[in-house]
C-alpha cells in the first residue's frame, strides 16, 4: 500500500524563524510531490510542486526533493503567524492520484 | 490559477435523506475530478475518480451504491451522499486538473448528518 508519512506535530517556532517540514513516502516510482496549506475548515491550497532532485524556491517557501531516500521536505523562511496551519505532504501515483500524508500541524508563536 | 467551485459549502440533513454535491470547473475543463473525504484531524482519502462520460473509479472500501458520481460534462461532477447517516457525517472535496500533473481543489462541503 502506498503510504506517506508525516510527523503530526504540533510544530511550534518563534515568529522569523525557520519552519523545517518533512514528509516520507514507500512508492519509488512517484514522480510528482506536492506541498498543500490547509487552514481550519477550509479546502488545501497548494504551495509547492516539486518534480526533480534539488531544491526549489518561491518566496519564503522552499521545497526539498531526495528521491533516493524517499524523502520532502518544506522550509518556510521568516515564519510569520498567518503560516500557522496544517501542511499536507501529497505524491502522486502513476494514475495521476494524489495520496496525502496525514498533515503536520504548524504553529507560529508571536 | 485554475478555480473550482464547490457548492453547497456546508449542508445539515435528517438521518436517511440524500444529498448532492456539485463540483464545477469554472475556467477549464476537466475529463478527471477527484472526491476525497477528510474527517476531523485526519488526512484527505481520496474515495473516488469521476470521468466524464464514463463510470468513476472508487477506491477499496468505498461503497459505490452509496455514494453515486456522475460526472456528465466536461465542467461538473456531482456527488451523491445516499441514505446518509451520522458515520457519514464528514467534509467531502472535489479537486480537478488542469494537465496531469496540478489538481485544485473545491472550497469542501461540511456535511453533518443528524
Known amino acids: 500500500q502506498k503510504e506517506v508519512e508525516q510527523n503530526s506535530g504540533p510544530l511550534s517556532v518563534p515568529e522569523g524563524a525557520i519552519a523545517s517540514l518533512n514528509c516520507t513516502y514507500s512508492?519509488?516510482?512517484?514522480?510528482?510531490f506536492f506541498w498543500y496549506r490547509q487552514y481550519s475548515g477550509k479546502s488545501p491550497e497548494l504551495i509547492m510542486s516539486i518534480y526533480s532532485n534539488g531544491d526549489k524556491e518561491d518566496g519564503r517557501f522552499t521545497a526539498q526533493l531526495n528521491k533516493a531516500s524517499q524523502y520532502v521536505s518544506l522550509l518556510i523562511r521568516d515564519s510569520q503567524p498567518s503560516d500557522s496551519a496544517t501542511y499536507l505532504c501529497a505524491v502522486m501515483d502513476s494514475s495521476y492520484k494524489l495520496i496525502f500524508g496525514s498533515g503536520t500541524r504548524l504553529l507560529v508563536r508571536p | 490559477g485554475a478555480v473550482v467551485s464547490q457548492h453547497p459549502s456546508w449542508v445539515i440533513c435528517k438521518s436517511g435523506t440524500s444529498v448532492k454535491i456539485e463540483c464545477r470547473s469554472l475556467d477549464f475543463q476537466a475529463t478527471t475530478m477527484f472526491w476525497y473525504r477528510q474527517f476531523p484531524k485526519q488526512s484527505l482519502m481520496l474515495m473516488a475518480t469521476s470521468n466524464e462520460g464514463s463510470k468513476a473509479t472508487y477506491e477499496q472500501g468505498v461503497e459505490k451504491d452509496k455514494f453515486l458520481i456522475n460526472h456528465a460534462s466536461l465542467t461538473l461532477s456531482t456527488l451523491t451522499v445516499t441514505s446518509a447517516h451520522p458515520e457519514d457525517s464528514s467534509f467531502y472535496i472535489c479537486?480537478?486538473?488542469?494537465?496531469?500533473?496540478?489538481?485544485?481543489f473545491g472550497s469542501g462541503t461540511q456535511l453533518s448528518v443528524l
Open positions: 512508492d519509488r516510482g512517484s514522480q510528482s
Open positions: 479537486s480537478a486538473g488542469q494537465g496531469n500533473e496540478k489538481l485544485f
